[in-house]
């Protein structure tokens, strides 16, 4: 982030290597890293079109073209899983984007630091807890005897059999996370808010501004940028719709909606030892989560009118 | 999660809970217990059975020079070494180097994340590197890559030439142990062999509720519905019967099973129709009348609504909460978690029964796995007497041999120590799993141990051997119990008979018709589909690939005899 703004800042300038050169020296290890662990596995894409077997080798297993990839997409289930794996992936993006922006907004107005490191330190808690911990207990709370339901019947709401109906599981899913993960966003929108120019805000007050409209033309511009990084950088999981978390609330009732594109590939390569069919779904994915991502990526530069690359 | 990781959970949770588990056994001391190992290289190898008091009796027995035998072991959290000592050189690997002249090197020694060990061995098949001599190896489809490779031995002359009486025994009295591992007629691996029941359900029941109804255990599936109905009409708020839903395989949770109901045709398992062919349990005609049987249960509220969502330790934790009367697991789960019931519950009472018969009038469930763990070998590797010597020993302990040198534990200071010149177990800083060895047959295999077993020996007030002692010093009543019950219905376990790799149609299509299975299963259960819906299924299951694994399955199965 920091390095993005730098170079924003400067003047996109003449090559100077001679004075450069220790910069990107520091740079060397961990581009080597890059190469390494990044580029060169990748080259293992290629056992996606193979029958692999390990004691062959790349060079020694059979070649088999796009047999894996017609297989994936006679699998009747894939369209589900897909679409599955969209609709809890793109939900938990946009919600994740949205409610740490609200809170860290809220969080800022509160002028007692006590509290406000409090609060901010407690919603931070949940992003540490795994999943097969938050399991169990999802499924105590949201149980007909849970604490959740209680709270429905209470308020003369039926109650809701959350994590077996496939809506409502789907929204457990992203509620649940949304809830584990916004504290961490929160953070960098605290220190993003923490960084704009009192200034400015002294001057809308004299101009007669009240908070919410201090809100609206100095605070959110300002913090905008970051709030693009973010949600630039969270596209690269338009397709992770969070293998730990549905593979540990999933039952058999919802198992149609619930099944995403990281849980079968579980199933056919771990289980069943497809490493090729694997590679392949993973490749699919990989191949479409880029093109959405160029996708997304242009749209939010032409609307938002910046860019971290 | 892979097929029976059920079972193999009962084994690692039960080995949690009793940290030396003797396993099962019986009155031993008939020579056949003695180590009479014939694999030494000396020419002068005769019976050791009674070893002079000068000399020690593994004399006649130890590798001069010694033979070094190289393996590959993943660390868990819990592996701590004490004093000084190193994962290669420790009481276990010390006694073996000092009496046998065997010493015990790990070629790859990794940290136990995940698949970390097959992982490895993967990559070793696959960039050419040389395989440690011995591999203890978890999975199928690995066996099966390394049995193609062509980097491992068969050991049929071998096992002939080298293995001990006692190791031929007890293979010889479980010959079912070999499928997974022979090949074009040959064997090319050496089957660890489980105690066959240590997963395998049995009844537990809150004896103070069957007292205040007035009604004895039940043994039919009629009188478990008049127990179950009698608890609902006393504890109308409460819901019987405790049962887990939420495993891919939903009645067949390692703990809260409802595998009785299906009586000797069981689901989720390949078994032999009468016709000798193997078939799947989940769509044969009896899978369906069970399945009936519970959704009956469940709509008279003897099952907690909510019971897909509960995995196993959530059934279990109905149970020893006291919402629930019943509930079917393993018969160690008396160490843990039903001991709980009693503190949590004033006045229960739990007491473990054998399983009443199912739909069908027969008794059965699904049986604990023969082998969870296979050792290869390398290629190459010319050891192999050592090995079977080093095998003989290590199963001493656990056919409760007086002569082992590990009939107290594997090492002292570790999961014992000495007081007074007597072993102890109550270890000062806490009791420690020594698990470095090179290859053991891990449990005791069933057939080789007659008459009483040690639970029952124990729960009896014995403790004349030091395997009594220990057994008693580190169990509870309910444990024995539990484990005595276990041991009763042997005979009515069905076994998985397809233990082979997955077959090429069941790497695509397996997922597809495990989720249509589980999903028409429990559907079914909570009312949101009929009963044509699961003949639908059953139909489906078949035709959407079913019938092309059941024929390579098959296949398989004549291939292995």
């Not at chain 1, 149609?256 to 490493?275: M, N, P, S």
């Not at chain 2, 031995?153 to 009486?165: T, V």
């Not at chain 2, 009698?230 to 887990?244: D, M, Q, R, W």
Request: hydrophobic share 40%; glycine share 10%.
């Amino acid at each position: 982030m920091a390095a993005a703004i730098a170079t924003r800042a400067k003047p996109r300038g003449r090559w100077n290597f001679r004075k450069t050169w220790m910069l990107h020296l520091f740079l060397l290890p961990s581009v080597l890293l890059l190469l390494v662990y990044s580029y060169v596995p990748m080259a293992g894409i290629v056992i996606a079109f193979q029958n692999y077997k390990t004691y062959k080798g790349i060079r020694g297993s059979e070649w088999v073209g796009f047999e894996h990839f017609r297989t994936m997409f006679t699998d009747e289930r894939i369209v589900q899983i897909i679409s599955n794996t969209l609709v809890i992936a793109v939900s938990k993006m946009v919600a994740g984007w949205i409610v740490p922006l609200l809170f860290a907004l809220l969080l800022n107005e509160i002028r007692i630091s006590l509290v406000k490191r409090t609060v901010q330190t407690l919603v931070y808690l949940p992003h540490f807890l795994s999943w097969v911990v938050l399991g169990g207990i999802l499924t105590d709370m949201l149980s007909e005897q849970g604490i959740v339901n209680g709270l429905l019947r209470s308020l003369g709401l039926p109650s809701v059999f959350f994590l077996g109906n496939g809506n409502w599981f789907q929204f457990t899913l992203v509620v649940s996370d949304v809830w584990k993960e916004f504290g961490f966003g929160t953070i960098i929108y605290l220190a993003a808010l923490a960084g704009v120019n009192q200034s400015l805000y002294e001057a809308a007050e004299i101009d007669g501004a009240n908070r919410w409209r201090q809100t609206l033309h100095i605070t959110l511009p300002s913090i905008l940028p970051v709030g693009v990084i973010i949600g630039t950088l969270s596209l690269g999981n338009i397709l992770n719709a969070g293998f730990d978390q549905v593979f540990n609330m999933m039952n058999p009732i919802v198992a149609g909606r619930g099944e995403i594109i990281d849980t079968y590939v579980y199933k056919i390569g771990l289980l069943q030892g497809a490493f090729s069919f694997a590679t392949a779904v993973g490749l699919f994915k990989s191949v479409v989560s880029l093109l959405l991502i160029g996708v997304t990526y242009r749209l939010a530069y032409r609307f938002a009118g910046y860019r971290i690359f | 999660m892979r097929k029976g990781l059920g079972k193999w959970m009962s084994m690692t949770l039960a080995a949690a809970v009793l940290l030396t588990g003797a396993g099962c056994s019986g009155k031993s001391g008939n020579g056949e217990a003695e180590p009479s190992g014939s694999s030494s290289p000396a020419p002068t190898q005769t019976a050791v059975s009674s070893p002079s008091a000068e000399a020690s009796p593994w004399a006649a027995k130890k590798f001069d020079p010694p033979v070094t035998i190289s393996s590959a072991i993943a660390i868990r959290d819990l592996d701590k070494l004490r004093g000084g000592d190193t994962y290669e050189d420790n009481p276990l690997t010390r006694w073996y180097k000092d009496n046998l002249g065997i010493v015990t090197k790990y070629k790859w020694l990794l940290t136990d994340q995940g698949d970390a060990l097959n992982q490895k061995i993967r990559l070793a098949l696959a960039s050419g590197e040389e395989l440690p001599d011995v591999l203890p190896i978890d999975d199928n489809v690995l066996l099966n890559e390394l049995i193609e490779s062509g980097q491992i031995m068969s050991i049929d002359e071998m096992f002939d030439k080298y293995a001990s009486p006692r190791t031929k025994e007890a293979y010889e009295k479980n010959p079912d142990v070999w499928t997974a591992v022979t090949k074009d007629g040959k064997k090319w691996g050496l089957p660890q062999i489980s105690d066959g029941n240590i997963g395998d359900s049995i009844m537990w029941v809150r004896q103070d509720w069957l007292d205040a109804v007035g009604l004895p255990a039940p043994k039919t599936l009629a009188e478990f519905e008049a127990v179950l109905a009698a608890f609902k009409a006393k504890y109308p708020g409460k819901t019987p019967l405790a049962v887990s839903g939420k495993a891919m395989q939903p009645l067949a949770g390692y703990m809260g099973d409802a595998e009785f109901v299906f009586g000797a045709t069981q689901p989720y398992i390949w078994d032999e129709s009468a016709d000798g062919k193997l078939q799947y349990g989940s769509v044969q005609p009896g899978f369906k009348s069970g399945l009936s049987k519970i959704k009956e249960w469940f709509d008279k509220g003897y099952i907690n609504k909510e019971f897909a969502t509960h995995d196993e330790q959530k059934a279990a934790s109905l149970f020893t909460s006291g919402d629930a009367g019943i509930i079917f697991g393993p018969g160690w789960m008396g160490a843990w978690p039903l001991e709980d019931t009693t503190k949590n519950v004033d006045g229960a009472v739990v007491k473990p029964y054998e399983l009443p018969s199912g739909v069908d009038g027969e008794v059965g469930r699904i049986g604990t796995k023969l082998v969870y763990i296979t050792y290869v070998f390398r290629k190459g590797f010319e050891h192999m007497d050592a090995l079977f010597q080093y095998y003989d020993v290590s199963m001493g302990s656990l056919l409760e041999d007086p002569d082992s040198p590990f009939a107290a534990g594997a090492g002292e200071g570790y999961d014992y120590v000495m007081k007074d010149g007597k072993p102890s177990w109550d270890v000062p800083d806490g009791a420690i799993e020594l698990r470095y060895t090179i290859a053991t047959v891990g449990n005791t295999p069933p057939g080789m141990l007659t008459g009483e077993t040690i639970f029952e020996r124990v729960a009896a007030g014995k403790k004349d051997t030091i395997y009594e002692q220990k057994l008693a010093f580190s169990s509870s009543p309910l444990y024995l119990e539990g484990r005595i019950v276990s041991f009763k219905q042997l005979d009515k376990a069905r076994r998985n008979k397809f233990i082979g790799a997955p077959v090429p149609t069941m790497v695509s299509k397996w997922p597809l018709l495990t989720q249509m299975e589980s999903e028409a299963t429990v559907s079914y259960i909570y009312g949101k589909t009929t009963d044509a819906d699961l003949d639908k299924y059953m139909q489906d299951w078949m035709s959407k690939g079913g019938q092309k694994v059941t024929d390579e399955v098959n296949a398989w199965y004549a291939s292995s005899k």
